[in-house]
């Protein structure tokens, strides 16, 4: 066999040549290897036949034939390929469209036409977060079910990879462990970088934009006042299922603004995770004490 693969592979949909051709240059990069379907016809195809696999789908909403909002409706419906992370591009831009858009799966919107640095941030951040995913789909393959046993448990965590690590071990317990097992992993982190970390909304999309979040969160785990600061995740076992609660050390926030996804905030970096959760994973979602906690619960 030869060596592992190292580069992103992203299906580019669009039946303007122009706009592909703006696209190829901007993500022209070492690190990602870019297909091209012309139109929905092309794109279905190329992302439904066997042995050929993709990081990523840029899509162009507005297109002749099959356009963009049904090739993801059709994509969410195939379990090889709803959890695709999906870049939807368009001219449509007004807020009842862009919700018929995140309704239909999509978190990440560009607006045509698009500069280079939002094309390569969003580009980044959505594949960044489905790394993440991923690596949590990978460890739940490699836990044992003896989690099935438990009643009542705590568990404390502070860094990004023990969050990660402990939401991949928890979701076994359930009815859809990958999709739990997301939205664990996003309310985890969440409780290290914003709540412990305080690191706000503004100051993620700052450091997502010069590509500086990792190392952000690196420094303020070292500083002296954030050292001993732990998160907690609590499971109890209920009538039908499983409660979690997260609980962080940070000052709270208005988490009112982040169950949803508003149509202005798809155009951003982040501040989707908490949606995403909320929409995909769990049956119902709940945070409490100025959202310094959070209740959620999901199908055992």
Known sequence: MGSLVSYKHILVVDDEPFNREIILEILDDPGYRLSVAEDGDEAWTRLSQAGETFDLVLLDRMMPGIDGLEILRRMKAAPALRDLPVIMQTAAASPEQVREGIAAGAFYYLTKPFELETLQTIVRSALESASRRRKVQEQLRSHADSLALVVDARF???????????????????????????????????????????ITFEEKTRLKEADSWHEEIERRLAMAENRDKRAALMVRRVEDGWEFEIRDQGSGFDCSKFLELAPERAFAPNGRGIAMARQLAFTELEYLDRGTRVRVRAKA
């Open 156 to 198: 404390e965590f502070r860094t990004l990879d023990e969050a990660q690590a402990l939401a991949a071990v928890i979701a076994r317990v359930c009815a859809d462990p990958e999709m739990v097992g997301m939205g664990l992993s996003e309310l985890l982190v969440n409780a290290v970088e914003h709540g412990n970390l305080a």
